[in-house]
């Protein structure tokens, strides 16, 4: 079955320094999509990055980064610069190829202190 | 620009009441799901849908019903609300490729069962 594990239920970080979010995830599959949602207090949520199981190289969409360990199966989020408006929740999720169903994890609170 | 839309936004209920929460895309997904948000528990799969007129349960459907007419449209029907269905609701829809596709979220549906 698949799983995903959020460890930190919550962090804090500085203003303009990096934060690594852990996850790590379980699957049987070889062929799966790793995803980082962000959900600010607001409540909707925000895609932030994604990575495939097949991907040689770690997914980076502007201050995100995903550390994409495989052998350990971890999918670590990387903050860098961290501005107040990162403060949020925000939850690892993936999908196996060929099915619909998302799973996430339980999300790690980060505030980011100014 | 739509996207997913999710009425209402805030509900209340008795124990025992019906209600139907409503989700309708502008994107022509395919794929369309309802999730529930709990403190620590992250999101679950409710139902989902593949297309019209196919659904399949989700992680956790009991209480739950819903029906897929249109790609647009995926009504979430509670027939006798409990307290336990007290939670924020999101629709969410599939945009296509990567293995799965990006989730594309509604804003969210709070709903109380007293």
């Known amino acids: 079955a698949q799983k995903i594990t959020q460890t930190q239920p919550g962090m804090f970080v500085q203003e303009k320094e990096a934060v690594t979010l852990d996850c790590t995830y379980d699957?049987?599959?070889?062929?799966?999509?790793l995803f980082w949602y962000k959900q600010p207090s607001s409540g909707e949520m925000i895609f932030l990055i994604y990575?495939?199981?097949?991907?040689?190289q770690n997914a980076t969409e502007g201050r995100y980064s995903l550390n994409f360990q495989k052998a350990r199966k971890s999918a670590n989020l990387v903050i860098s610069a961290s501005q107040l408006g990162d403060s949020a929740m925000y939850f690892c999720a993936m999908n196996n190829r060929g099915t619909y169903k998302y799973i996430f994890g339980t999300g790690t609170r980060l505030k980011v202190l100014a | 620009n739509a996207g997913v839309t999710q009425t209402p936004k805030f509900q209340v209920l008795k124990t025992g009441q019906s209600m139907t929460l409503q989700c309708a895309q502008d994107?022509?997904?395919?794929?369309m799901s309802w999730y529930r948000q709990d403190p620590g528990m992250g999101l679950r799969l409710i139902h989902y849908s593949v297309g019209a007129g196919i659904t399949d349960q989700g992680e956790v459907p009991n209480g739950y019903n819903v029906s897929r007419s249109t790609t647009e449209d995926f009504p979430l029907r509670l027939l006798s609300a409990a307290p336990s269905q007290t939670s924020v609701y999101f629709c969410?829809?599939?945009?296509?490729?990567?293995?799965?596709?990006?989730?594309?979220f509604g804003e969210g549906s709070r709903l109380t069962v007293l």
């Open positions: 994107m022509n997904h395919e794929y």
């Open positions: 699957t049987s599959d070889q062929s799966y999509g």
């Open positions: 990575q495939g199981s097949y991907d040689e």
């Open positions: 969410a829809s599939i945009s296509p490729g990567l293995e799965g596709g990006e989730l594309f």
